[in-house]
């Protein structure tokens, strides 16, 4: 299966004779900040507010909106996600998890990556007032399970 029809035109994969099965994703990615935003952040002082919550929810909304971005996706109906945060204040990252289930005919591992991506813009757009050097890094997929493929791990 691949994404261009016999006349090299793109196409949506067709997935109707594929069973449904469980599938599981994990995804994750960090930030890079200076001292400024990692205290802001950690102390709650972020004008724009509360941004690990507001990056968290923006996370989720993004993994139920991927096929909307992401061209050849297809909508999924997610049954779990989470999205969570690592802060180490040594190092000045904040790393982002994602975490996506869904019991479907196609995996979702598109929808873990557009969910650490989208909660790290979200940090990036609610800091940016106080340093606008921060650098997205290490975005990945961590592991993924279920579908004709089996298991991944990172």
């Known amino acids: 299966m691949n994404h261009f029809d016999e006349k090299g035109n793109a196409v949506m994969v067709d997935v109707s004779d594929k069973a449904v099965t469980s599938r599981t994703a994990q995804a994750s990615g960090l930030i890079r900040v200076n001292r400024a935003v990692m205290d802001a952040v950690l102390a709650g002082t ?23 971005l992401i061209p050849m996706c ?6 779990k996600c989470a999205v969570d945060f690592e802060t180490d204040p040594e190092h000045l990252t904040i790393r982002a998890v994602c975490t996506v ?20 813009l ?3 757009d609610m800091c940016k007032a106080i340093d606008r050097r921060m650098e997205l890094d290490e975005i990945h997929l961590d592991a993924k399970s279920g579908g004709k493929s089996g298991d991944f791990i990172r």
């Open 74 to 79: 297809h909508p999924l109906p997610v049954t």
């Open 46 to 68: 972020v004008k724009k507010g509360d941004v690990l919550n507001v990056a968290r929810v923006a996370g989720i909304m993004a993994v139920k909106r991927t096929w909307e």
């Open 101 to 120: 289930k869904v019991d479907g005919k196609t995996g979702v591992e598109m929808e873990a990556l557009t969910g650490v991506s989208t909660a790290l």
């Open 122 to 124: 979200t940090i990036y």
